[in-house]
C-alpha cells in the first residue's frame, strides 16, 4: 500500500509482485525501479508501466484532493499533530513562498506582490507574532512581514 494506491500480492509471481508495486510507486522513482527489476531479471525487458499508473505525484494527489480539504475533509496531518492552528497555517505559507521564489524573477515579482497586497490583517496577527514579525524593525522586516502576510492570505 501507498499513497497510490494498493498492491494485491498474495499468490503471486515475483515479476507480478514488481508490476504491481511498480505501479503504485511514486512516478519519480518508478523509471529507476523498474530499471533495477530489469537489471536484476526481475520483470521481462519489455514490460511498460501502464499510463494510468504514471501520475503518482504529490502534485496530482492534491490536484484531486483539493476539493475534498476545501470542504473540510483529509487535512493536512490526518494522524494527528502537535501543531498549532497558527503553525499549520504558517507551514502552508512557507512553502507558498518557497514554491513562488524559485527564481530570481519570481522573488522579485512576489515582493511586488507582497508590498501591493496592503498591512496585514487582524487575523494573522498571531501568526505573524509567532514569526516575530509582529512589529517589525527595519524595512527587511517589514517586507518579511508582507510576504508572509501575502503568503497566509494566499495559502488559507
Known sequence: MSEYGIAEL??????EVIAALLN???????????GEARRAGKIAA????????RRN???RLDEVLAAYRARGFFSDYPFGTDLSAEEIALARALRYLEERTASRAARLRTMLDALLH?????????ALARMGLAQPRGMSERLQQRLVALALARSA
Open 10 to 15: 498474495r499468490g503471486r509471481s515475483d515479476e
Open 24 to 34: 503504485i510507486a511514486d512516478s519519480r522513482f518508478q523509471e529507476q525501479l523498474l
Open 46 to 53: 519489455d514490460y511498460r508501466i501502464p499510463e494510468g499508473h
Open 57 to 59: 505525484l504529490p502534485e
Open 118 to 126: 496592503g498591512a496585514p490583517g487582524t487575523a494573522q496577527r498571531a
